[in-house]
């Protein structure tokens, strides 16, 4: 069964230090997100990607935040310059796209430990 | 979703007991809801979905109830096993293509 795949699984990196979050959405998909979940919280929505462009993103979305899909597979979410904050589960989700409906299939996350 | 009233962030249930999980959400808006199941280090996975025209859905051991009136959500979990521990989150979104709303989830906890 096709899946998202995300790397890498665990990432520590230093405050003020750029991270590049890695996934692989299911391939023909034409929806992809990023979402953030912070240990013990509920899962939040940063952005949604169509078209080779954002198409919504959330206020947790600042301008430190930037996604690309630099080719046909990869989906990437860049942290320019982490904060204590950013330490999260990242999870990467894909969408069918096809019909009023559907399901978003997430990824196993990246947890992202900031020092 | 949000999680007013009815919701409890902790449920321990006996294996072979009925559970139910129950969720508010927030947007009247909201045409589509889904329950996901979350293991530990893993991602949320689908479970079950509705849509707004309906009130009731089933699927194998899992039945979802909406009521649109007060904007609650019910997941219904027969015969629980152990397997089935984990926490559980309601969301909640519109059509294809838009951000899903995460409620607090539940913490469901199956003792043998």
């Known amino acids: 069964e096709p899946e998202v795949t995300q790397t890498p699984s665990h990432q520590v990196t230093q405050m003020g230090q750029e991270v590049i979050l890695r996934c692989v959405p299911i391939?023909?998909?034409?929806?992809f997100y990023w979402y953030r979940q912070i240990l013990g919280q509920k899962v939040e929505f940063l952005v949604s990607?169509?078209?080779?462009?954002?198409?919504?993103k959330s206020e947790i979305f600042d301008d430190q935040f930037s996604v690309e899909r630099p080719d046909g597979s990869n989906f990437t979410l860049k942290i320019r310059s982490t904060k204590l904050e950013d330490s999260a589960m990242y999870f990467c989700?894909?969408?069918?796209?096809?019909?009023?409906?559907?399901?978003?299939?997430f990824g196993p996350g990246t947890r992202l430990t900031v020092l | 979703g949000e999680s007013v009233g009815l919701h409890l962030p902790t449920l321990s249930v006996q294996e072979g007991d009925n559970s139910i999980i129950n969720c508010a959400y927030s947007?009247?808006?909201?045409?589509?809801f889904i329950w996901y199941k979350q293991e530990s280090g893993k991602g949320p996975q689908f479970i079950i979905d509705?849509?707004?025209?309906?009130d009731k859905r089933q699927g194998q051991r899992v039945t979802v109830l909406l009521n649109k009136t007060v904007k609650h959500l019910s997941l219904q979990i027969a015969a629980t096993q152990p397997g089935d521990s984990a926490v559980y989150f309601c969301?909640?979104?519109?059509?294809?293509?838009?951000?899903?709303?995460f409620g607090k989830g539940t913490t469901l906890s199956v003792s043998s």
């Open positions: 990607f169509y078209n080779n462009e954002i198409s919504e």
């Open positions: 989700a894909s969408e069918l796209g096809r019909g009023l409906y559907n399901e978003q299939f």
């Open positions: 509705i849509r707004s025209n309906m």
């Open positions: 391939s023909n998909h034409l929806y």
């Open positions: 947007n009247s808006a909201s045409d589509y």
């Open positions: 969301a909640e979104n519109g059509e294809a293509g838009t951000a899903l709303i």
